[in-house]
């Protein structure tokens, strides 16, 4: 053998060490037989590591065998292990709501990881109205979450994301979440946790508590929320400690708890994390109703119910304590009601010794919740070595070229032209008398003009910076000539004098890019806005620029999570950006859709009010419906009149133009059987005016076809919104739309494509009723593609519609019964 050979050989062999100790290094394993020998055991006879049994079996074999003491020290985020049965601490509380990060302790940075890939805020990744793409970033999110766990830098257990559904447009958590709709939230956590959770080959399986796990996610936070802290009226206000939020049960139904359901039941999540908050009188983590009953009854939940961090402290300590409770009763409550994990934080553990020794709750209960928190960590591979192909994953895997690109991607989908003269895309070549052309030559002026942490947003990094920024000024420089005069540096731009430079840049230039906007001193958690205007010196800001001699092109570029009311810019501008927090690659997106690399087809998922919009409704009210006697005007765009409205949910335009036609059947029969009766509702022109979703089959569906036609000059991707309105003649107050369905497509100029959608009768044209109930009514229901909005700012946008009658016969209408519930 040649020496070369040998070397080669040498050095595959060294290689190979390397890789096996590497893999030998990673993870523990809980059944690792040679530790569990050297402990003193023989493997074979510890059930709980018998692999041929059952997970839940294995679970609770290992139960059996803990002491009172190691089984409390187990059910806090950071479970202490059992050292004699080779189990591990294990610190349940890593985050990964747009990217993994170290906000939970159970995540952290170091030399050999520096930071992952940020992404987008969730509203900004929400506004694509794109399903690949959400589970696409679930999926990259995930790599490199198992990746850290393979180098020892984070748990398994992510608590991620958030599914609440933003009613309210000061919440400082809105870029958490993907909007005001509870039909496109969900369609955001169900496709994010299949993202983060799916192995592949075992998307379905028959036992779904042995369904093996990536990561396992949670949905948070159940249920109502919307609220941190709000002071506006000294009479009410609050903070989410102590909130109260009164929901009726069709609003829980219909809205707020849709998104938990669907995570539960279509997402097969692994966790659910109750809010800080009470609900109608009743602490959301102490309600056996919500809890107990309807997330493990009703919905299914296979794995683990945690509550916020530090809830105990929080609901025990405040002044109007729930029925005077001490720790140990706020800690039987919330495990009697179905919590499995305390995220304790400042609370200590021997309070759960209290509530047992008290006879306030039992040991079995608490077995209990240890068995759900088990089979989730062997569904993660924590006893028996990872699932699927993951070990390979490591220190390459995070902040890699793909996972950048594809955090670019997230923003450029998700980046909303809200106003557009045709002054954008700018050109990328001006004509020069010579023929040959040049550059265009911009002003880029704003606070966020060279934006790095603040295109972050919350729940990012807690420590060091991200995997690399591309701010808007880098981006934007790779295609023009750059005049950089920011104005000022902060969001508040108390330092003003700097506005005279921004103003004298803009002249001789093609066009002005001003970057305004908030960042988390306006909006995060424990912090809701105090109002929808952009900071008051910003629109000085705007002033100063916008004088003689004026910007050729003035473009405003907005980095927020919420809306700006931006009203009365409109007539001055000749463009509007919405680019929620980008991440750390946002500038790239930015620039790619300024000079038309990328098409905008961003949506807005959450409506843009009118700033005067809030004094008008305390954070306080949940109410949805308006309510006129208080002057409440109604909450999203299901019940919010168009005249507090600047852009409205749904709202997004594009480079190109499109059209549509509709297509759909003009009525559905509906056959009930004998047995089955019809409801009664205001709605007395129909024979059978409606019938009860809970009891009847519906399988009935119906296809509509919406054709896009590009009719303009480029190509570009192009979101459709199917909304369902119910016939009128039904009293009280109903949306007077939802969202049914949407989908994203691409059209080249100059062609068109049928968007096919197939809606289940029942579930697309139903309402739930003043008591509760889901009825799908009789009638003539519209369906339309597209918003109908006028007003506003909003100068264009194509909407059709048309009518479904849905017809309900039962037998012959002699034996018809109707029922009033
Ligand atoms: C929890 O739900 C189960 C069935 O869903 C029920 O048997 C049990 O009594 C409930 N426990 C509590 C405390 O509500
Ligand atoms: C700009 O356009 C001119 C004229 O069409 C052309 O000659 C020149 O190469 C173009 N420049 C660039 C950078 O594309
Ligand atoms: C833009 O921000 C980066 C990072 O903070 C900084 O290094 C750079 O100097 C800034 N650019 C300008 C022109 O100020
Ligand atoms: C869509 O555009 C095509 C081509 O310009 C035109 O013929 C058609 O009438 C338009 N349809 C609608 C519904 O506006
Ligand atoms: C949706 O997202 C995926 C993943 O990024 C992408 O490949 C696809 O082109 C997007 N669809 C449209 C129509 O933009």
Excluded at 109 to 114: A, L, P, V
Excluded at 685 to 703: G, Q
């Amino acid at each position: 053998m040649a020496a070369a050979s040998i070397l080669q050989l040498l050095f595959s062999l060294h290689f190979l060490f390397v890789l096996f100790a590497y893999v030998k290094g990673g993870p523990i394993v809980v059944c690792d037989t040679r530790a569990l020998a050297e402990l003193g055991y023989d493997p074979i006879k510890l059930h709980f590591c018998d692999k041929s049994l059952p997970y839940q079996v294995r679970a609770k074999d290992l139960v059996g065998r803990l002491t009172l003491d190691e089984k409390i020290a187990q059910l806090g985020d950071k479970a202490e292990g059992v050292k004699r049965l080779h189990i591990p601490a294990y610190n349940w509380r890593s985050e990964a709501l747009h990217g993994v990060s170290d906000v939970g302790f159970g995540t952290h940075f170091d030399d050999t990881i520096r930071a992952a890939t940020s992404f987008p805020t969730v509203l900004l990744t929400a506004a694509s109205f794109n399903e690949t793409l959400w589970k696409a970033v679930g999926e990259a999110i995930s790599d490199e979450a198992r990746a850290m766990h393979n180098v020892g830098l984070s748990g398994l257990t992510f608590w991620s994301p958030n599914v609440n559904v933003a009613t309210d447009p000061r919440w400082g958590r809105i870029q958490e979440t993907a909007g005001e709709d509870p039909f496109l939230v969900s369609r955001y956590g169900v496709n994010y946790v299949r993202g983060l959770q799916d192995v592949k080959g075992y998307i379905n399986v028959p036992d779904k508590n042995s369904r093996p796990l990536k990561v396992a996610a949670c949905c948070k936070y159940y249920t109502p929320y919307d609220m941190e802290k709000w002071t506006a009226d000294p009479t009410k206000k609050t903070d989410r400690y102590h909130f109260d939020a009164q929901v009726p049960d069709r609003d829980m139904l219909e809205t707020y708890n849709y998104p938990f359901e669907m995570c539960v039941k279509e997402g097969d999540v692994a966790s659910i994390m109750c809010s800080y908050n009470r609900v109608n009188g009743i602490p959301t983590c102490a309600d056996p109703k919500l809890l107990n009953s309807t997330v493990r009854g009703l919905w299914g939940l296979n794995g683990y119910i945690v509550d916020d961090c530090d809830w105990v402290v929080a609901t025990v300590l405040i002044p109007e304590r729930y029925r005077n409770d001490t720790p140990a009763d706020a800690i039987s409550q919330a495990f009697r009601a179905g919590v499995d994990l305390d995220c304790r934080g400042n609370y200590s553990p021997h309070y759960m010794m209290d509530a047992i020794t008290q006879g306030k709750l039992s040991e079995a209960e608490i077995d209990h919740a240890l068995i759900n928190l088990y089979v989730v960590l062997m569904r993660l591979g924590w006893f028996d070595g990872s699932p699927g192909d993951y070990l390979h994953l490591g220190q390459n895997d995070v902040c890699s070229k793909e996972n950048l690109e594809l955090a670019a991607e997230a923003a450029r989908q998700g980046i909303v032209l809200l106003l557009n003269d045709n002054s954008l895309p700018l050109p990328l070549n001006y004509s020069t008398p010579d023929g040959s052309g040049r550059k265009p030559t911009v002003a880029v002026v704003g606070p966020h003009a060279n934006a790095t942490t603040a295109m972050l947003g919350n729940y990012a990094l807690k420590t060091g910076t991200a995997c690399r920024y591309v701010t808007p000024l880098d981006a934007i420089q790779g295609y023009a000539n750059v005049k950089y005069a920011p104005g000022c540096l902060d969001v508040n731009c108390e330092d003003t004098s700097g506005f005279q430079e921004a103003a004298k840049a803009t002249d001789g230039t093609d066009a002005t890019f001003l970057f305004l906007g908030l960042d988390l001193s306006y909006e995060d958690e424990d912090s809701d806005r105090q109002n929808l205007y952009l900071p008051k010196n910003q629109i000085a800001l705007l002033d100063a620029v916008f004088k003689e001699p004026y910007p050729s092109l003035l473009v405003i570029v907005v980095l927020s999570g919420g809306g700006v009311d931006l009203s009365d810019w409109g007539s001055k501008v000749h463009a509007i950006l919405w680019a929620g927090y980008p991440g750390a690659e946002g500038g790239q997106a930015i620039a790619d859709i300024l000079f038309g690399k990328h098409d905008p087809a961003g949506r807005l998922p959450i409506s843009w009010y009118k700033g005067d919009y809030t004094n008008k409704l305390p954070m306080t009210s949940m109410q949805l419906r308006p309510n006129p006697a208080l002057g409440y005007p109604g909450r999203t765009y299901k019940f919010c009149t168009d005249d507090g409205i600047v852009f409205p949910f749904g709202f997004g335009m594009s480079y190109t133009t499109f059209n549509y036609t509709i297509s759909a059947p003009k009525s559905v029969s509906i056959e009930l059987p004998e047995t089955q009766k019809c409801i009664h509702i205001a709605n007395p022109t129909e024979d059978c005016p409606s019938i009860l979703v809970a009891n009847s089959k519906c399988t009935e569906m119906v296809k509509i076809v919406v054709t896009v036609m590009n009719i303009g000059q480029r190509n570009g991707a192009h979101v459709v919104v199917l909304f369902s309105s119910p016939p009128d003649n039904i009293g009280g107050t109903l949306p007077r739309k939802r969202v049914v369905g949407f989908q994203r497509v691409f059209i080249k100029s100059g062609e068109s494509l049928p968007v096919e959608f197939n809606l289940n009768v029942c579930k697309s044209f139903s309402f739930i009723s003043e008591d509760a109930n889901e009825l799908l009514p009789a009638g003539d229901h519209s369906i339309a593609a597209g918003n109908d909005f006028t007003g506003g700012l909003v100068f264009t946008e194509s909407a059709v519609s048309t009518k479904i009658s849905i017809m309900i016969h039962q037998g012959t209408s002699q034996t018809r019964r109707i029922d009033h519930l």
